[in-house]
């Protein structure tokens, strides 16, 4: 390395030190989002006390993850990036996309970002801004300038990327490409005279009401649940279990993968984690057994997916916000000046039926296999469960994953509580979780195998009973009381054992930097899309996208055709976040207007998406089993193994638009 190299690559080690310092110490807040958001729920429904000025907190915790952990994100590969084509060019043409990509893409977006979000700031400021509610927070002004301070971050990490850009490489993000495209259209439009450049400075209020809106708050706290539980292992124990349970049975060890991965989709909603551990489990086991290795290798990939469906899915989250904006649209063309809402429960209500349905599919599909050819899912002799130990091991690994899952979609669903608060207690059921088998193992060291499942059975059915007669007698207080005092107790004693105090401070901390990582890339994405969308929308395309649509043959049916079909070819290329942030604001509001009923369109959505993780040439699925298949499983045997899960999938897309009922019937029975 010469000397100039030896400088940049100094230069570009510090501009990073700078965004990795920051966003480890800004994933805390993560955490801190939980805890104050959770303290905010007990005083609300155990003491009757609401104060504002800590709802505001978690509000503030939230958006300053995003935005000051952005540059880290981007520093540490939590964006997707676009690299088949880009890792088959040499050295020195991955520079020149490098640079290129930096300052077309990025440099726009940060430039237009601290331009506008310096006005934003200091109309903010002048008027000496607080909360517009009485005993909320001061200083409102200062949140809103971490918009530039967002913007300087990623400036930092482009500078950095752009120094590197002659010793080692990378692809350009999409997160930057995708406001960075709409900002060179926006300067193309207005040198035509087709597009007013002011449009763009009212991208910060946009920014504003997406990082202060309390739905969306909802998706960190589950990224922060999904984590805590995948960091905690309780999928293995799950596997372990169920494949001891169903393993003597013809295609067992197939069924227990369905069936965990339906479990851990309702408690963790995270892809890439169920996959991979999948991967690492049941797909060594399923090998050894002698399964079809197209078979095993699609049948993780397709079970691991099924938390795009499954409620809490966060991407029903994120439709929801969206289709409740272009619901209202629609309502108020047709003069419905009163419109009716759209909610996070209608959806994950919407989605329980069909999400069970394809998880069945997939059972029956099994099975069949299992049936027409017996070698292809052979059993697994001598390894089942008998007697007593079925019974502990079912209580000490599914009862607690069953308890959390029931805690938050039905405490959604039956409208006890919002998404936001459910998510909280959620996030910390998880840490309980976490706690509790890390404190089984540490003491349990020294015991025997049978002694430490004998203890966790009589703790788990003692809890159970304790949370049970407290919801009969006391109600939600009851519950959320005995939750505190389990965590307080849990904590107390973590923190007097001082291997185990290390060991579960450094888990939350990996936990914490995880939830930032994915949360900054989903908001990040779903910021840059406001910009498409934005420019898309003034440049006349929602006018050309409705003509179309609105001229299909078929009307609303062929319409909906046109755009499920769209998705569906999207979804070899593009992530569900890009999809439904770049499709759905365009799509919906017409199709709405159109008459399409907004819960079954989402459930429709949902579905569509879920096949983006399986399609290749960017299934995400398809790289994450890659990644920790073993050497005798080629790329090719996954591609192919994945072929009659899409076409499942399709089959339940086919019976929802059939049978629109499998969508509607429990939000129409829980909520009119």
Same mark, same amino acid.
């Given at each position: ?46 003491? @009757? ?39 088959? =060019? ?52 200062? $949140? ?48 035509? @005279? ?33 984590? %805590? ?48 551990? %999948? ?81 069945? $599919? ?15 899912? +052979? ?5 089942? !469960?008998? @007697? ?13 994953? $069953? ?65 049970? =007669? ?36 450094? %888990? ?8 930032? =990582? ?25 006018? !050309? ?7 299909? +043959? ?86 192919? @193994? ?8 399709? =089959? ?7 049978? +629109?009922?499998?969508? $509607? ?8």
């Amino acid at each position: 390395m010469d000397k100039t190299d030896s400088r940049l690559e100094r230069l570009a080690a510090r501009l990073e030190a700078v965004n990795r310092r920051v966003g480890e110490t800004v994933a805390w807040l993560t955490l801190a989002t939980v805890l104050v958001c959770f303290a905010t729920v007990y005083l609300r429904y155990a003491l @009757g006390v609401g104060l504002i000025w800590l709802q505001e907190s978690y509000l503030w915790t939230h958006a300053l993850v995003i935005m000051l952990g952005s540059g880290y994100a981007l520093l540490s590969g939590g964006f997707v990036r676009v690299d088949m084509i880009h890792q088959r =060019l040499s050295a020195r043409a991955k520079a020149v996309v490098e640079i290129l990509g930096t300052l077309a893409f990025l440099a726009p977006f940060v430039v237009m970002l601290l331009r506008s979000g310096w006005d934003f700031f200091l109309a903010s400021w002048r008027m000496g801004e607080r909360s517009a509610y009485e005993g909320g927070l001061p200083g409102l002004y200062v $949140l809103k300038g971490m918009l530039m301070v967002f913007a300087v971050m990623l400036a930092i990490q482009g500078l950095a990327m752009l120094t590197r850009a002659l010793i080692t490489l990378s692809g350009t993000p999409r997160t930057a490409a995708l406001p960075g495209t709409a900002i060179l259209f926006a300067l193309l439009g207005s040198a035509l @005279g087709r597009f007013d450049l002011s449009y763009l400075t009212s991208l910060p209020m946009r920014y504003w009401g997406t990082l202060t809106n309390d739905v969306l708050i909802a998706v960190p706290l589950f990224v922060f649940m999904g984590v %805590m539980l995948e960091r905690s292992r309780i999928a293995e124990s799950l596997l372990d279990t169920m494949g001891r349970l169903f393993g003597e049975l013809r295609g067992g060890l197939g069924l227990s993968t369905v069936l965990v991965a339906a479990l851990l989709a309702a408690s963790t909603g995270i892809v890439g984690a169920t996959v991979i551990t %999948m991967g690492l489990i049941s797909l060594p086991a399923m090998l050894k057994a002698g399964y079809d290795r197209r078979l095993a290798t699609g049948l993780i990939c397709a079970s691991g997916s099924l938390a795009q469906v499954v409620p809490p899915s966060t991407v029903l989250v994120f439709l929801a916000v969206i289709l409740q904006s272009a619901y209202s649209q629609a309502q108020m063309a047709q003069g419905n000046f009163a419109p009716d809402t759209l909610s996070v429960g209608d959806l994950f209500a919407g989605a329980f039926i069909p999400g069970l349905l394809i998880a069945l $599919l997939y059972a029956v599909w099994i099975m069949l296999i299992a049936f027409l050819r017996p070698s292809s899912a +052979p059993a697994l002799g001598g390894h089942g !469960l008998a @007697g007593r130990g079925v019974l502990r091991r079912i209580v000490n690994n599914l009862l607690p994953a $069953l308890l959390l899952i029931v805690a938050v979609l039905g405490s959604i669903m039956a409208g006890i509580a919002t998404p936001t608060e459910s998510a909280a207690v959620g996030a910390i059921g998880a840490i309980l979780l976490a706690m509790i088998r890390a404190l089984g193992e540490h003491f349990g060291r020294e015991w025997t195998p049978e002694r430490v499942e004998t203890v966790m059975f009589r703790f788990w059915t003692g809890f159970v009973t304790l949370t049970a =007669l407290a919801g009969a007698t006391v109600g939600g207080v009851g519950v959320l009381t005995l939750l505190l005092v389990v965590l307080l107790a849990g904590c107390g004693v973590i923190a007097a054992t001082s291997p185990l105090r290390a060991t579960f401070v450094a %888990m939350l901390r990996e936990v914490s930097l995880s939830s930032l =990582l994915i949360t900054c890339m989903v908001f990040t994405l779903f910021l840059g899309a406001s910009v498409f969308s934005l420019v898309f929308a003034r440049l006349g395309g929602e006018e !050309l996208v409705t003509h179309f649509l609105s001229n299909m +043959p078929g009307g609303e049916i062929g319409a909906l055709c046109v755009v499920m079909f769209v998705m569906f070819l999207l979804g070899f290329f593009l992530d569900p976040f890009e999809i439904i942030f770049i499709v759905v604001p365009v799509a919906a509001p017409i199709l709405l207007t159109m008459g399409v009923e907004p819960v079954w369109l989402a459930v429709m959505i949902g579905i569509i998406l879920q096949t983006s993780y399986l399609t290749p040439p960017f299934g995400f699925s398809l790289f994450f089993l890659r990644s920790v298949a073993p050497k005798e499983v080629s790329t090719a045997d996954i591609y192919r @193994g994945i072929v009659p899960f899409v076409g499942i999938q399709i =089959l339940c897309l086919v019976c929802v638009w059939a049978f +629109p009922s499998l969508a $509607l019937w429990l939000p129409g029975l829980i909520y009119h």
